[in-house]
């Protein structure tokens, strides 16, 4: 079992909808990272969170420590907002600070 | 722009050969990281190196090796190349050894024939 799952592994939306993509995961973090990994294959740091909740712009990304559950929100999507977004980790218990990386979720937003 | 830069952007090269992959973290950013993204098995940590000295080991082959110089730039050197080596490469850069935002390079895409 990988050490963090995502759901679902592909989304296909219309313009406008809201949008929740999971990720769980089964280790001690320092913390969570969302990435975005546009189709060019570049890869743009999202959010990075410990605990609570964080806000840019449509973007939204909560983590419930607890549950070691976490959740990207985009509100009002857009079709520039297909990518694939990608749930990471950093480990607590490991030495430096290498990401675990989920699966991650192919998203499409159709006009 | 991450500020990560990478060179070469794509590399096609032969079984059995050797290549070097180079990183040049963000002004001021003291750690490296290299990662594999392959399409059989996802995204990969590989190594980290924090100011020269090597810091953890992931999931790095033995014909791999890495190293980060003076002036923090890093290379990736992958020798005795098999077709399953083709991935894109990433870099990514942090500003300390652990625990904060990494920003990554553009990656390099190598494919082995």
């Known amino acids: 079992k990988n050490e963090v799952e995502q759901s679902p592994q592909n989304l296909t939306a219309q313009e406008g909808e809201f949008i929740t993509i999971n990720c769980s995961y089964s280790?001690?973090?320092?913390?969570l990272h969302w990435l975005q990994q546009h189709p060019g294959g570049g890869i743009v740091s999202l959010f990075m969170?410990?605990?609570g909740k964080k806000k840019h712009g449509r973007l939204i990304a909560t983590i419930n420590i607890q549950e070691k559950h976490s959740s990207l929100h985009i509100t009002a999507s857009h079709p520039r907002d297909s990518a694939v977004y990608i749930c990471a980790v950093s480990p607590r218990e490991t030495s430096g600070s290498r990401l675990t990386f989920g699966e991650g979720t192919q998203l499409t937003v159709n006009p | 722009d991450s500020g990560v830069t990478q060179t070469p952007k794509h590399l096609i090269t032969a079984t059995g050969q050797r290549v070097t992959l180079r990183c040049s973290p963000r002004s001021g950013d003291l750690s490296v990281y290299w990662y594999q993204q392959s399409l059989d098995q996802g995204l990969q940590f590989l190594i980290q190196?924090?100011?020269?000295?090597?810091?953890a080991k992931g999931n790095i082959l033995e014909r791999f090796s890495a190293q980060q110089f003076p002036d923090l730039h890093s290379e990736l050197n992958l020798s005795s190349l098999e077709l399953g080596d083709s991935a894109l490469y990433f870099c990514a850069s942090s500003s300390s050894g652990g625990g904060l935002e990494q920003y990554f390079g553009p990656g390099t895409r190598l494919t082995v024939t």
């Open positions: 969170l410990s605990s």
């Open positions: 190196y924090y100011n020269g000295e090597e810091r």
């Open positions: 280790v001690g973090i320092s913390a």
